[in-house]
């Protein structure tokens, strides 16, 4: 098992920046996957980014690719999640994920979630 905890969310300028943070613990040797998710009110839960944990290699929605960047710090078990230049429509709930087998976008593919870190961004 692995738990997951975000940080890091909160309410910036459109334009404005933030870096949220998942910190795992349990199994963490045994993780293949994480990513990050979002939901905004009355909208489905969508994949932002995930992160092959082991090489490093990431994939991006396409409305967040040259914005957001994924990364994950093994030693310290924890993934971020940099965001820049945020818009309105980026405003979210943002859940952290991971898995220990797959490695994808579909949010059905992850066994294990945070609480999730909310951000707001007005214009």
């Known amino acids: 098992q692995v738990q997951l905890v975000e940080s890091g969310g909160g309410s910036v300028q459109a334009g404005g920046s933030l870096r949220l943070s998942c910190a795992a613990s349990?199994?963490?040797?045994?993780?293949?996957?994480m990513g990050w998710f979002r939901q905004a009110p009355g909208k489905e839960r969508e994949g932002v980014a995930y992160?092959?944990?082991?090489?490093?290699?990431?994939y991006y929605k396409d409305s967040v690719k040259g914005r957001f960047t994924i990364s994950h710090d093994n030693a310290k078990n924890t993934l971020y999640l940099q965001m820049t230049s945020l818009k309105p429509e980026d405003a979210a709930m943002y859940y952290c994920a991971a898995d220990f087998y797959r490695c994808n976008m579909g949010q059905w593919n992850y066994d294990f979630w945070g609480q999730g870190t909310q951000v707001t961004v007005s214009s």
């Open positions: 992160i092959y944990t082991k090489s490093g290699s990431a």
């Open positions: 349990g199994s963490t040797y045994r993780l293949y996957c």
